[in-house]
């Protein structure tokens, strides 16, 4: 592509016509491209620019500043990944709480286990929940869940008030630039821990070990310095790139490879099995060697 001149971030018009959208990975001088064939809503709200497109290979895509955060063809992965995982390794998780609530894909997931009392999901951008319950599967399910109460407020604010109040914690963040850069810092990791209960279990979002090394170490660096346990898994998410995405787990008390498997909530998972999740563990040489 040799002109990215467009009034959305990221979307190019070929000259035959076709619509494309195309994520920047500037430090690596590429980006991945993926056709669009409709912009279903575009709109700049008081926080980022908010799309919702149907392309042709992954279903409908729902956008922040020209970033994929999840389709309905590949969502699953990210959802089962980030949430099944914390789940099975507490033995018995009542208080849930997501920061960044988007399509609140996890938050469905979580649902499912009999334990959950109610689940907190804070959103910075109250216009992105709005869109995703129009547009995108899960949202409006879950926002009328009777056990889900949803706040409009920054996640590195609002867990400051919350103190040992969540046995499972999810932090489903964006990227490290705009709204998201807060979750990012490190008196949120101090924040993070003091909001868990003393047997309590955080999920983050730590990026593509590949690409975002630096994210990935700062995260689980931050984090070693405040749990006894902390693990980083790999999933494989084929609209983001590279594929290869991880989570960091840092828990208080329970391991998760000794987590009882016969608790994974898996009858309608498509991609995590009781096998899958402890091999999710398992880390190529390279992504040891970034952890060491
Ligand atoms: N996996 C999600 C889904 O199913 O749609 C995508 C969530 S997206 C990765 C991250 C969400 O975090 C966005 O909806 C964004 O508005 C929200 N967010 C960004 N910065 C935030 C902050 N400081 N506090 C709370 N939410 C934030």
């Excluded at 497109?53 to 089962?80: A, C, H, S």
């Excluded at 730590?206 to 006894?228: A, E, I, M």
Aim: hydrophobic share 40%; aromatic share 12%; glycine share 6%.
């Amino acid at each position: 592509m040799t002109n990215k001149k467009s009034s959305l971030t990221g979307f190019l018009k070929e000259p035959n016509g076709e619509l494309w959208l195309w994520d920047d990975l500037p430090q690596l001088h590429m980006e991945t491209g993926y056709l669009v064939e409709q912009l279903l809503h575009y709109e700049q709200s008081a926080y980022q620019e908010i799309s919702i497109v149907e392309t042709k290979g992954f279903g409908r895509m729902f956008v922040l500043d020209g970033t994929p955060q999840v389709t309905t063809k590949d969502g699953f992965v990210y959802n089962e990944m980030i949430t099944h995982i914390p789940m099975v390794t507490h033995p018995a998780p009542k208080r849930i709480a997501m920061i960044g609530g988007g399509d609140c894909g996890p938050a469905s997931v979580a649902l499912k286990y009999n334990t959950v009392e109610h689940i907190e999901i804070a959103e910075i951008d109250q216009r992105v929940i709005e869109v995703c319950k129009t547009w995108m599967p899960n949202a409006a399910v879950v926002a009328n869940d009777k056990r889900v109460q949803l706040t409009y407020a920054d996640g590195y604010r609002w867990i400051q008030a919350r103190k040992k109040a969540f046995d499972v914690l999810l932090i489903d963040r964006s990227d490290p630039y705009g709204p998201a850069i807060t979750l990012y810092k490190p008196a949120f990791y101090q924040y993070v821990h003091d909001s868990l209960s003393d047997d309590g279990i955080v999920v983050i979002q730590s990026g593509s070990p590949y690409y975002n090394g630096s994210t990935l170490r700062s995260t689980v660096r931050s984090l070693q310095r405040l749990f006894p346990i902390v693990r980083t898994y790999l999933c494989f998410i084929p609209s983001f790139p590279g594929g290869i995405w991880s989570f960091t787990l840092a828990s208080k008390q329970y391991e998760p490879l000794d987590a009882d498997l016969s608790r994974l909530r898996d009858e309608d998972a498509k991609y995590i099995t009781p096998e899958l999740f402890r091999s999710a563990f398992v880390l190529p040489r390279y992504v040891r060697g970034l952890l060491s």
